[in-house]
């Protein structure tokens, strides 16, 4: 079976640009999560969705937005991009909710200039 | 709000010593608990993670952790470092919170493993 994929692998944008960062869970998994990680840090808790629905949000602005479609792969959308946006961010699936094991993506490196 | 303290932002040992990385959390709900292991230009990849049960919990690559309630600890060894161990390591907190899933990561401890 694959892992979870992330695309674009690396990302360049301007500040005040939006971007839109995509995953694809295992298959037959329905949760997905996002995480930000910038550089030297740990991973910051940004959404959950389960079965299509946000189940778990952390402390990011509303610039921040995502969404889960029918086949669970999912979007991370940012809009009017700032240097703190740079950063890797990383999608994670799993098969349930709370407490089960999440498999990670090899992630998505952007820039913001 | 829930927190993870990871002490040590980085540790050196020496090939075949023991392992030791220190995690300490803060909940007032009951937590799952996670470690994960972060290659350089990599994603994360799981360790072991207690849910309930048994407090003593094996991971992958000879790794353990023991969760201490009393203590709010859940520190992470290994009996014999190999070159292979180093890396970036990460403690996490999953946990409930006006039903929604919350999730905390520590700030990670980079282990040097020395020849």
């Known amino acids: 079976d694959a892992g979870v994929t992330q695309s674009p692998t690396h990302l360049i944008k301007t500040r005040g640009q939006h971007v839109t960062l995509r995953c694809s869970p295992i298959?037959?998994?329905?949760?997905v999560s996002w995480y930000q990680q910038v550089l030297g840090q740990g991973p910051q808790f940004i959404f959950q969705?389960?079965?299509?629905?946000?189940?778990g949000r952390g402390n990011f602005p509303d610039r921040f937005s995502a969404r889960q479609f029918p086949n669970y792969s999912s979007e991370l959308n940012v809009n009017a991009l700032l240097l703190g946006d740079s950063a890797l961010y990383l999608c994670?699936?799993?098969?349930?909710?709370?407490?089960?094991?999440?498999?990670f993506g090899p992630g998505t490196r952007l820039l913001v200039l | 709000a829930q927190s993870v303290t990871q002490l040590g932002s980085h540790v050196s040992v020496s090939e075949g010593a023991l392992v030791l990385l220190r995690c300490n959390y803060s909940?007032?709900?009951?937590?799952?608990l996670f470690w994960y292991v972060q290659y350089p230009n990599q994603g994360l990849q799981l360790l072991l993670k207690?849910?309930?049960?048994?407090?003593l919990v094996k991971g992958i690559n000879g790794f353990e952790a023991e969760f201490k309630k009393s203590e709010t600890s859940f520190h992470l060894t290994k009996p014999s470092a190999h070159m292979s161990d180093a890396a970036e390591y990460f403690c996490?907190?999953?946990?409930?919170?006006?039903?929604?899933?919350?999730?905390?990561f520590g700030t990670g401890t980079k282990l040097q493993v020395i020849p």
């Open positions: 994670a699936s799993s098969d349930r909710s709370l407490g089960e094991t999440q498999y």
């Open positions: 298959s037959g998994h329905k949760s």
């Open positions: 969705y389960y079965e299509k629905e946000e189940r």
């Open positions: 909940s007032s709900v009951p937590p799952y």
């Open positions: 207690y849910t309930t049960g048994a407090t």
């Open positions: 996490a907190v999953t946990y409930l919170s006006g039903g929604y899933q919350k999730v905390t």
